[in-house]
């Protein structure tokens, strides 16, 4: 069985804290990475980790900001988000891929894409209040 699943959304005010958490079972991914979905928008991708050499990539948006971990089982993702923002609201994607390569933690200039990600969780919301 191939499954992710986040958890950890809810309504936080801005400023706010929360820490999502992205569960992975069915096999050992390679690459993990979160997206965030608006309505009407793309998917941005605002983190990338590849667990072959730790690799990690984040979006400008968040930098700084956000901060990404794994279990020692690396079969859990989580992602720290700090100092939220109303802007930062968005139904959260965990993403996976059995295949590692150099874009999940260094992707090019475009940032980190979907189509990399074979596998996705259905995602979980985070609604930061002004």
């Known amino acids: 069985q191939v499954q992710l699943v986040e958890s950890g959304g809810g309504s936080v005010q801005a400023g706010g804290s929360l820490t999502l958490s992205c569960e992975a079972s069915?096999?050992?991914?390679?690459?993990m990475g979160w997206f965030r979905e608006v309505p009407g928008e793309g998917r941005e991708g605002i983190v990338g980790f590849y667990f072959g050499d730790k690799s990690t990539y984040y979006h400008d948006s968040v930098r700084g900001r956000f901060t990404v971990s794994q279990d020692k089982d690396k079969k859990t993702m989580y992602l720290q988000m700090n100092s939220l923002k109303p802007e930062d609201t968005a139904l959260y994607h965990c993403?996976?891929?059995?295949?590692?390569?150099?874009?999940?933690?260094?992707?090019?200039?475009?940032?980190?894409?979907?189509?990399?990600?074979?596998?996705w969780g259905q995602g979980t919301q985070v609604t930061v209040l002004s």
């Open positions: 069915g096999f050992r991914y390679a690459c």
């Open positions: 993403a996976a891929s059995a295949y590692g390569n150099s874009l999940c933690g260094n992707p090019g200039p475009k940032g980190l894409s979907p189509v990399i990600f074979p596998y």
